[in-house]
């Protein structure tokens, strides 16, 4: 990350609630070609989360934690808050002076941009407010929520229109499609459930061309991590929802790649 810094562009996609196993399971009977096309190997990463639901995942995030490989570690971060004693900043890890990294990469020139999804993003009430508060514009309306089936689509029509003609952007886009409820991206579902959580994928696969092409059309390379925030339960151990210490709350998929200008 050291390296790329202010020569690509950073696009920072978390899919809410979006679990490991069904990620995995959709990319292997080739559900998500879109994500197999850009998916280094062809495969997500199994890691861990730093916290089981949106409003802490993210507190971490942007402080510099990632989540974390599942095999033993130490392992390297991309990019680090300025700490004493830290173990997990290498020679490629771009440390910021800062108290997050939105702040660091303002510092270095970077234009930051928010498209929310859920509402820890909605700029709706005070708490809602704390995350989008760290950028340059935030943006958020219903329609990025998660009752409107069209969530993504109405993101990327906002990005088109406000992705700046130049100069090194980060943009952070939060979709909200996976997180209950997503019965509705299954014709004839009465309730949330795998299956469902499983077509809300499917939704954002047909769509991620436009993202990826919208990132790839300013004439810079982009540096891209993709993954969840956090799993959601659909009664494993008697577990509806997330915000415990559960399995398919705490793995979920990862992926970093670099994405060439015009690539798409």
Known sequence: MRSLLGSHDLLFVTLDTLRFDVAADLLARGRTPNLARVLPGGAWQRRHTPASFTYAAHHAFFGGFLPTPVTPGPHERPFAAQF?????????TW?????????????VGYHTICLGGVGFFAMTSAQGAVLPGLFDEAHWTSEFGVTNPACFEAQLARLAQVLPPAGPAFTFLNVAAMHQ???????GAAHDSIASHGAAL??????????????ASRGRPC???????????????????????HEVVW???????TLEAGAW
């Open 84 to 92: 004493p004693g830290s173990t997990t900043v290498g020679a490629d």
């Open 95 to 107: 440390v910021f002076d800062a108290p997050d990294l939105v702040t660091g990469l303002r510092a």
């Open 181 to 187: 409820p997503n019965r509705h991206y299954l014709p």
């Open 202 to 215: 499917e939704y954002v696969d047909r769509h991620l061309p436009t993202l990826l092409r919208l990132v």
């Open 223 to 245: 540096r891209v991590i993709m993954c969840s925030d956090h799993g959601t339960a659909y009664g494993e151990d008697g577990h509806t929802g997330h915000r415990v210490a």
């Open 251 to 257: 793995t979920v998929p990862y992926a970093e790649f």
